[in-house]
Nanobody, 114 residues
Framework: QVRMVESGGGLVQAGGSLRLACTAS????????MAWYRQTPGKQRELVAS???????NYADSVKGRFTISRDSTKNTMYLQMNTLKPEDTAVYYC????????WGRGTQVTVSS
């Protein structure tokens, strides 16, 4: 079992920055794939960024050049640095881990005001 807990969401003005963190706890080995997703009411959850245990990253086109995903395996923590935030980035952000199954956090709200 892997428990995922997000932190770092909040309210920020357009153009500002936020850093999200997701810490995994429980009994597990190397988590090969971790990702951040986001969801707004009435829409499907969408992939924002992903990172493998080898450090390979992937980003949605809408966040390329503004968001940076990283992970610290020693702390079992994944981060999402979000810069130049836009109102359309407003969503609930979820962390995800693929370790012999899918594990999700409960989400953290990010609100970007114009």
């Amino acid at each position: 079992q892997v428990r995922m807990v997000e932190s770092g969401g909040g309210l920020v003005q357009a153009g500002g920055s936020l850093r999200l963190a997701c810490t995994a706890s429980g009994s597990f080995g190397i988590i090969n794939f971790m990702a951040w997703y986001r969801q707004t009411p009435g829409k499907q959850r969408e992939l924002v960024a992903s990172i493998t245990s080898g450090g390979n990253t992937n980003y949605a086109d809408s966040v390329k050049g503004r968001f940076t995903i990283s992970r610290d395996s020693t702390k079992n923590t994944m981060y999402l640095q979000m810069n130049t935030l836009k109102p359309e980035d407003t969503a609930v952000y979820y962390c995800y881990a693929d370790y012999r199954g899918a594990y999700w956090g409960r989400g953290t709200q990010v609100t970007v005001s114009s």
